[in-house]
């Protein structure tokens, strides 16, 4: 087994809050074991154009509370193809890394999986707003984010409230609906789409919608997963349907932003910590993934191909507690 001396660590894809808290983990974890470190610039693209910096247990002082990340991210296309994968590798070699952390999202795993087929090992940690990690119950940057979206729609409510109308909130998600559901929980939505569950208007919006008016209630909120396929005229129809003035607001960006939770801090530096002990133990192509609460790993490979579903139960008590 050849022995690790040098790990490179990069952010990859969406950022996500609580990424500086991993790569924190990384560097200091790496420096406790006396190993060197190279930080990659800008995902994937500062591997194919040599964009590295040496770092040290200093080099992460002050990260810890920062949003975004401090290596910057990217999507890089020209990653996706063999020959830029092959240069990668080169360049990393010829840097005398031995070993990388990559921190993403799906996209950035099948990129890791593409680094280990050339020969480059590498962990992969989860870092993504979406929590749709299908190996993981929980990925980095979704606990801020929720936090983010509750916090805006608390506000939303308020005005919602004293016009008596319908809030519409787009929250993100890409396909997947986990910070739907779960912000419609901690939110008190009437309404919750998200693109898992086909909706019928007349069932799963008029129905709710009429009803909380009729019980007396002064706001509506629903929220739509971006992914939910045919919300176009949803503001249109429930004005015209009910009589309720309805506004819609995409909340975007800001969803990705702030400083880290406690949640996603801890989190973050659990697994950012365990990918380099991965790395030691002579490990490679592994994800590193929360089960049962505890910290894991799974093959990349499977774990992409696992399917994760949200939980009926969720859904379900999101209707019943909007009675
Ligand atoms: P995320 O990691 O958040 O899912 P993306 O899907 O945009 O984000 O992927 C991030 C980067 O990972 C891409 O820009 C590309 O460099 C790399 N990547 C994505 N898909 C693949 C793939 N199928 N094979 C190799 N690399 C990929
Ligand atoms: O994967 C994170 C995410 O924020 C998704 O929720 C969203 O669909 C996407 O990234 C947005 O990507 P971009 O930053 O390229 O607009």
Same mark, same amino acid.
Request: proline share 2%.
């Given at each position: 087994?050849? +022995?690790?001396?040098?790990?490179?660590?990069?952010?990859?894809?969406?950022?996500?809050?609580? @990424?500086?808290?991993?790569?924190?983990?990384?560097?200091?974890?790496?420096?406790?074991?006396?190993?060197?470190?190279?930080?990659?610039?800008?995902?994937?693209? =500062?591997?194919?154009?040599?964009?590295?910096?040496? @770092?040290?247990?200093?080099?992460?002082?002050?990260?810890?509370?920062?949003?975004?990340?401090?290596?910057?991210?990217?999507?890089?296309?020209?990653?996706?193809?063999?020959?830029?994968?092959?240069?990668?590798?080169?360049?990393?070699?010829?840097?005398?890394?031995?070993?990388?952390?990559?921190?993403?999202?799906?996209?950035?795993?099948?990129?890791?999986?593409?680094?280990?087929?050339?020969?480059?090992?590498?962990?992969?940690?989860?870092?993504?707003?979406?929590? $749709?990690?299908?190996?993981?119950?929980?990925?980095?940057?979704?606990?801020?984010?929720?936090?983010?979206? @509750? &916090?805006?729609?608390?506000?939303?409510? &308020?005005?919602?409230? /004293?016009?008596?109308?319908? /809030?519409?909130?787009?929250?993100?998600?890409?396909?997947?609906?986990?910070?739907?559901?779960?912000?419609?929980?901690?939110?008190?939505?009437?309404?919750?789409?998200?693109?898992?569950?086909?909706?019928?208007?007349?069932?799963?919006?008029?129905?709710?919608?009429?009803?909380?008016?009729?019980? =007396?209630?002064?706001?509506?909120?629903?929220?739509?997963?971006?992914?939910?396929?045919?919300?176009?005229?949803?503001?249109?129809?429930?004005?015209?349907?009910?009589?309720?003035?309805?506004?819609?607001?995409?909340?975007?960006?800001?969803?990705?932003?702030?400083?880290?939770?406690? #949640?996603?801090?801890?989190?973050?530096? #659990?697994?950012?910590? #365990?990918?380099?002990?991965?790395?030691?133990?002579?490990? /490679?192509?592994?994800?590193?993934? @929360?089960? $049962?609460?505890?910290?894991?790993?799974?093959?990349?490979?499977? =774990?992409?191909?696992?399917?994760? +579903?949200?939980?009926?139960?969720?859904?379900?008590?999101?209707?019943?507690?909007?009675?």
């Amino acid at each position: 087994m050849k +022995t690790i001396r040098r790990i490179g660590v990069l952010t990859s894809g969406g950022d996500a809050p609580g @990424m500086n808290a991993a790569i924190r983990a990384v560097v200091r974890v790496a420096c406790y074991h006396e190993l060197e470190v190279v930080g990659i610039l800008d995902g994937y693209s =500062g591997l194919i154009n040599n964009n590295m910096i040496e @770092m040290n247990a200093r080099s992460v002082g002050e990260t810890l509370q920062k949003g975004g990340t401090i290596l910057y991210t990217a999507r890089c296309p020209e990653f996706k193809e063999e020959a830029g994968v092959k240069k990668a590798v080169e360049n990393a070699k010829a840097a005398g890394i031995d070993g990388m952390v990559v921190v993403g999202g799906d996209g950035s795993f099948r990129g890791a999986r593409d680094l280990c087929r050339q020969g480059l090992p590498t962990i992969a940690v989860p870092g993504t707003i979406d929590n $749709d990690i299908s190996c993981s119950e929980y990925t980095v940057g979704f606990d801020t984010c929720l936090n983010t979206v @509750m &916090d805006a729609v608390d506000k939303l409510r &308020d005005t919602c409230s /004293s016009h008596a109308r319908c /809030s519409i909130v787009e929250v993100m998600g890409r396909d997947a609906g986990y910070i739907a559901i779960n912000a419609a929980i901690a939110c008190g939505a009437e309404v919750c789409l998200i693109p898992e569950k086909p909706f019928d208007f007349e069932t799963d919006v008029l129905r709710p919608v009429l009803a909380g008016k009729a019980r =007396g209630k002064r706001h509506t909120i629903i929220i739509v997963a971006e992914g939910v396929k045919g919300v176009e005229n949803l503001e249109k129809m429930i004005q015209e349907k009910t009589g309720i003035e309805a506004r819609t607001t995409i909340l975007g960006h800001i969803q990705r932003g702030g400083r880290p939770t406690v #949640r996603d801090r801890v989190t973050a530096s #659990r697994m950012g910590g #365990r990918a380099v002990e991965l790395l030691l133990e002579g490990k /490679s192509n592994r994800i590193v993934c @929360m089960q $049962d609460a505890k910290v894991v790993d799974v093959d990349i490979e499977e =774990g992409l191909q696992m399917k994760k +579903t949200i939980s009926e139960e969720l859904i379900e008590l999101a209707k019943k507690l909007s009675v």
